[in-house]
């Protein structure tokens, strides 16, 4: 063990985490986009939204991510379009999270006492209205600690996008690693720098929930 | 797909077929095996060794799988840890899916309610006994949702073995993909075929739930 290799790589790695964070944070926020849209219309009580929403949603639990990064990274260029693998994996956790997001909502809205829609019905507010004003503020309220789960869970999941070769956290560990032949060193100091990331969402997401229980 | 692929790298994705589902049964063996120890160790009113525990569990939980293989299989050798890529991934397995175990199991633990415990207690049974007629029946019966869940879990991580260059079914068929070219089109037919087989994991799991679970629903068992 030499701590000066640590010392050495610290700027790339700390530059990388950075990258690290801003891509989970973005496929967290496109995913809570699809999440939403993907459980709105499952519920929507239309039969065939709701059948391509539970095939979207199995799909993207069932087929481990890293095989997800790999056909929209092929699949991408092979329809013409021809994306650089930031966005293939920037889409491809997205997809995933949105995935999970969806369930994760579908169990909070059920939280939500049936009653409130049904008085709001009454009062005459449309559809839209139920949603934006009524089942969806509740629903992110409960289903913040689920979010933030999710959220850690991303972060830890974007490790694999190294695959693709974006240079996030994981990939500069490697590229490092074989450059000085030190890979014991520099994957520790990556473990402590993604642990050090999820230990403060994790304090970041217990704050927040405690500000929403008061609310 | 061309037939004429299937028939030549057929006997190579067979074989990484076999490594998948050993380094799977393997690892989730290992997981379970080693939370098991985790949680009862975790009962003892030892600080420093609770804390090591606590420690334990939060590092695994809170790094990626890819980082700790990484750890493992590279980082090894520089502590004298020379293991094959094979033998790496399924104790990186392992290891990752203990920690989760351990919560799973310790969870089951503090569901079992006191009272039975204290009345076999009372009864004169050894705590070795209490542990295996008690607690370890009940346990079993309110994990197996969140085991068979960690399991299908961990039926999915079995792919990031194949970064490690473990020969499994993803290795072989990325070999596949970049002999033939035919990239697209083996990764789509991977991806129907790991749908398929994690939701083989989690229907078997959901039949063993049942099966386990099939007394609670018996009449002269149903709770008021």
């Known amino acids: ?215 | 797909m061309d037939s004429n692929l299937l028939v030549q790298y057929g006997p190579a994705l067979l074989r990484g077929f076999g490594v998948t589902i050993l380094c799977w049964a393997a690892g989730c063996a290992i997981g379970m095996a080693l939370g098991f120890v985790i949680m009862l160790l975790r009962q003892i009113e030892v600080k420093p060794l609770r804390w090591l525990l606590r420690a334990y569990i939060e590092v695994i939980r809170g790094t990626p799988f890819l980082i700790q293989l990484f750890l493992l299989y590279s980082g090894g050798p520089a502590i004298g840890l020379r293991l094959e890529a094979t033998t790496a991934g399924i104790l990186g397995l392992g290891i990752y899916g203990s920690a989760y175990f351990a919560e799973i199991f310790r969870a089951g633990f503090q569901a079992v309610p006191k009272g039975q415990v204290e009345a076999a207690h009372s009864l004169g049974m050894p705590y070795g006994g209490i542990l295996r007629r008690v607690i370890l029946p009940a346990m079993l019966v309110s994990t197996v949702p969140a085991l068979v869940n960690m399991m299908a879990i961990l039926t999915k991580e079995t792919v990031v073995l194949s970064i490690i260059t473990v020969p499994e079914l993803m290795y072989e068929m990325q070999t596949m993909a970049a002999e033939t070219f035919a990239s697209f089109e083996t990764i789509l037919g991977m991806a129907l075929f790991y749908w398929l087989l994690v939701e083989a994991v989690s229907r078997l799991g959901r039949r063993m739930e049942a099966r386990v679970t099939r007394f609670l629903s018996h009449p002269s068992n149903a709770r008021a």
């Not at chain 1, 990064?69 to 092979?78: D, F, K, R, V």
């Not at chain 1, 629903?139 to 959220?151: D, H």
């Not at chain 1, 956290?169 to 074989?178: F, N, P, V, Y």
């Open chain 1, 1 to 215: 063990m030499k701590f000066s290799v640590i010392v050495d790589a610290l700027p790339h790695l700390l530059g990388a985490a950075v990258t690290t964070i801003w891509i989970s944070l973005l496929g967290v926020m496109l995913g809570q986009v699809i999440g939403v849209l993907v459980c709105v219309a499952r519920q929507s009580g239309r039969r065939s939204l709701d059948v391509a929403g539970g095939v979207y949603v199995s799909f993207f639990r069932g087929v481990p991510l890293l095989i997800q990064l790999l056909l929209i990274y092929y699949m991408l260029p092979l329809i013409g379009i021809d994306v650089p693998p930031l966005v293939a994996a920037i889409g491809a956790l997205s997809l995933a999270s949105g995935a999970y997001v969806s369930e994760i909502y579908r169990g909070s809205l059920n939280a939500v006492p049936h009653g409130q829609s049904e008085a709001a019905l009454a009062l005459g507010f449309s559809a839209p209205t139920i949603w934006k004003r009524i089942l969806l503020p509740q629903a992110f309220r409960i289903s913040v600690p689920a979010l933030v789960n999710e959220l850690i869970l991303l972060l830890k999941a974007s490790s694999l996008i190294s695959v693709v070769g974006v240079a996030e956290l994981t990939r500069t560990s490697q590229t490092i690693s074989a450059s000085n032949f030190r890979p014991l060193e520099i994957y520790l100091a990556a473990g402590v720098i993604y642990l050090a990331i999820n230990s403060a969402l994790a304090l970041f997401g217990a704050l927040v929930e405690r500000r929403l229980a008061q609310g």
